[in-house]
């Protein structure tokens, strides 16, 4: 088997801006230019669209490492956030927020030059701050159970209902029958700490279904013999 | 029916392959059983009693005579030779080796046949009308739909990990066969007020330990919205069907908790913002699915046929057996699994290669599975009766009993399976046994058996339910009075203190000779008697003496 991402060519592109992760998204159609610019099924009803791009575009990717927790275009890297969960210090560089420090702090951290992130536990809505998700450069969907897959939900929420074009992280129970579900409803990256999984991935060994009968994302196809259906990259 | 394309094939083939590989590992002792549990059950893989259980997907209970030749080699070669038809119109095998799954699997991609998603926490197979296409009843023939549900539903990324479990039932006849009002969504296609094709939409049934019906919760669902809308309903499940306890998880328990108004509401809030999306069907595409269920080329002017032989067994057969055909000259037939005494829903492999031949000489290559554990030849002519009849008697299905007191539905039970806490099969035949004489005296009553409260032999829409359960050690049945799974749905209730596996059947007779004692006549059948009593004369039958 060829490792996991040789099928997403463009996720191993050096830059993950937002631009290039649509194709991502993509993999194996005719791509137009501009895949983010495509109408969506329904228009962001951000007002922010300038901002968010500042934000997610500086999301920096982490040297790759054999030993780091962030699996990420076909490679395993060091992390670059660091978790605050409001109790110690605010550390310097990119920082993941529970939700509820984020509402409890907002002022505070509005000013704030380094990049932030946020993570969203499952059963937490986003609707209610929908108008602040282009402040965050990341935001991480937690799986605290492998059998727990509200995040697919949220993840796809994210990305077709409110826009958010930052990179969307699974962490908890990442396991290797999950990722091509996470791909697929919107994630780019992922944290893994599960052993098996982690020598799967490291030794491209996972095997899946790549044909799809959905379409997900943003960049939904709407022509072909059916619309709801497109084929992944053989 | 339909037919796979290359992308359906190898998306099957790939499928097969990644299950290989899982089998393999856990063979080699690199996967423990807990981390293959969730893999294999995604594959309808089951680990029963007393050894694997592999569930095949029958889609809406469509089979053609090479897939039924193909179970029937697989029953030979993998099997003891049997078959178990289920309610849900899957087929069962008890016997397979785990090593030999790969292979059986890859048979059935042979045929164009899965076991995708006949377990876990995803939407099951997908269930319809067994009479779909051929009744004289319905609006359209459902399939169409029931496949492009199928399509949506296979691998879903997003709802691949519900809260639990996630059936989908279709009928197009107002005449409910499918038991929509039993279903986590059930759809009724229909004419909506301008006459195009649609949906009302019932969400929230289901059996186990509490049962629901169904609630309407949207009468007038275009066609072209249809997976909009589903996705949808189930985004909300998904996202607030609760996760703290596995008796609580189904859709039914959050539509109740929530209201249906509220959940309505809530669906809709989400289906605002997709229902004009990539979801959308256009015309074409449901045209293009639709011509895989084209009717077959009927003979418009079929001969006279003579529906009455100097044989009072055939008489019977086709009073009970056969039904309303949308095309004169032409009736569907339901080949009874239930020969008196018998296992409800096993089929020999010598008797599923029996059948495809009777589908590919009268039937135009069809074969049903029905939720109640029959098989279905929906095209037959009238002519082609007595033939088929002659057929079904050389292989001891010619059981004129569909719809009667010996037609029962019951789940495996203890004699299979890993969570029955009774037996089943035992009781359904002893009781079919103790009444075959005189069931067509007690004409349409609808027995329905299930090993736990897990219900999968719904006992809780039997006009006599009966649940098996286990107490200090011993087993106990329960006795249910009064539920329905059609269109005039309702729950039974328990009638009192439970029955050993002797009493049951004495107390089940005791009911028919209570029904049979105050009717107001032969045409009013069991359901409609006991409506009009209430429980009470039979509840006074069965404790009185005690």
């Not at chain 1, 509820?100 to 704030?112: F, P, S, T, V, Y």
Request: proline share 8%; aromatic share 8%; glycine share 8%.
């Amino acid at each position: 088997m060829p490792p996991l991402e040789e099928e997403s060519p463009s996720l191993r592109a050096p830059s993950l801006s937002p631009r290039l992760r649509g194709e991502g998204r993509g993999e194996g159609q005719p791509q137009s230019p501009t895949p983010v610019q495509a109408p969506a099924p329904h228009p962001s009803p951000l007002p922010a669209e300038a901002g968010r791009e500042d934000q997610s575009a500086l999301a920096p990717a982490g040297e790759p490492d054999p030993e780091g927790p962030i699996w990420q275009a076909g490679a395993f890297r060091r992390n670059t956030w660091s978790r605050w969960d409001g109790e110690a210090a605010l550390p310097d560089g990119p920082v993941i927020l529970p939700k509820a420090r984020w509402l409890a702090e907002r002022d505070r951290l509005a000013g704030r030059n380094a990049l932030l992130g946020l993570q969203i536990e499952p059963g937490e809505p986003i609707d209610d701050i929908a108008a602040d998700l282009p402040r965050f450069a990341l935001i991480a969907l937690n799986f605290p159970k492998f059998s727990d897959g509200r995040a697919f939900s949220t993840a796809r929420l994210l990305r077709e209902k409110h826009g958010f074009a930052g990179e969307l992280r699974a962490v908890g129970n990442v396991l290797s029958d999950l990722l091509a579900f996470m791909r697929r409803v919107g994630f780019d990256t992922f944290e893994v700490t599960h052993p098996p999984t982690r020598r799967a991935l490291a030794e491209g060994r996972i095997r899946e279904v790549k044909l799809y009968y959905q379409p997900t994302g943003a960049d939904a196809p709407t022509d072909g013999t059916r619309p709801w259906l497109r084929r992944h990259a053989d | 029916m339909y037919r796979y394309d290359e992308f359906d094939a190898e998306f099957v083939r790939q499928r097969v392959a990644q299950f290989r590989d899982q089998v393999a590992r856990r063979l080699a002792g690199e996967l423990t059983e807990d981390e293959f549990k969730p893999l294999r059950l995604r594959n309808g893989v089951y680990l029963q009693l007393h050894a694997y259980m592999l569930r095949i997907a029958i889609p809406y209970g469509t089979l053609a005579p090479r897939q039924l030749r193909k179970l029937a080699h697989i029953a030979r070669t993998y099997d003891r030779g049997t078959g178990h038809f289920t309610t849900r119109q899957n087929l069962q095998f008890n016997w397979p080796r785990l090593s030999d799954i790969p292979d059986i699997l890859d048979e059935l991609a042979d045929v164009e046949m899965h076991a995708i998603q006949t377990s876990g926490n995803c939407i099951r197979n997908v269930t319809a009308d067994h009479f779909a296409g051929a009744a004289a009843d319905e609006v359209a023939d459902p399939r169409p739909y029931a496949e492009i549900i199928r399509q949506w539903s296979s691998l879903h990324p997003e709802f691949s990990w519900l809260p639990r479990k996630f059936k989908i039932g279709v009928t197009a006849a107002e005449h409910d066969r499918a038991a929509i009002q039993t279903h986590d969504i059930g759809l009724h296609l229909k004419r909506l007020s301008d006459g195009r094709l649609g949906f009302a939409v019932w969400v929230g049934g289901g059996q186990g330990r509490s049962p629901f019906l169904a609630k309407l919760i949207r009468d007038n669902l275009p066609e072209a919205d249809l997976l909009s809308y589903l996705e949808a309903v189930l985004r909300v499940y998904n996202l607030y069907g609760r996760r703290d306890n596995i008796y609580k998880a189904r859709i039914k328990i959050l539509v109740h908790e929530v209201g249906a108004e509220a959940f309505a509401a809530q669906v809709e809030d989400e289906w605002r913002h997709i229902r004009d999306g990539a979801l959308k069907l256009p015309p074409a595409e449901i045209d293009r699915i639709d011509a895989y269920f084209a009717p077959p080329p009927f003979d418009t002017k079929p001969p006279a046929a003579a529906l009455r032989m100097p044989d009072r067994a055939f008489d019977r057969w086709v009073t009970r057996n056969t039904h309303a055909h949308k095309q004169p000259g032409y009736a569907i037939v339901t080949i009874s699994l239930k020969p008196i005494g018998g296992i409800p829903g096993d089929a020999s492999a010598e008797q599923m290669d029996a059948i495809a031949d009777l589908a590919e000489r009268y039937s135009f290559d069809e074969v049903r599975v029905s939720h109640e554990q029959n098989l279905v030849l929906p095209h037959v002519r009238l002519g082609d009766l007595w033939a088929v009849y002659s057929a079904l008697k050389a292989i001891g299905l010619a059981e004129g009993n569909a719809g009667l007191v010996t037609d029962i539905i019951a789940c495996p039970g203890l004699d299979y399976c890993a969570l029955a806490n009774a037996r089943s099969i035992p009781i359904a035949q002893r009781i079919s046994e103790r009444l075959s004489a005189r069931q067509d005296e007690i004409g349409d009553l609808k027995i329905k058996i299930s090993g736990c409260i897990n219900a999968c032999g719904h006992h809780h829409v039997g006009h006599i339910g009966i649940l098996g359960v286990e107490k200090r050690g011993e087993e106990l049945y329960q006795l249910l009075l009064g539920g329905s799974g059609a269109e005039d749905a309702a729950l039974a209730t328990i009638a009192g203190p439970g029955f050993g596996p002797e009493g049951i059947v004495d107390a089940v007779e005791k009911v028919v000779d209570t029904y049979l004692e105050l009717r107001a006549g032969p045409q009013e059948p069991f359901l409609a008697a006991y409506r009009r009593l209430g429980a009470t004369p039979f509840k006074d039958a069965l404790y009185a003496a005690a």
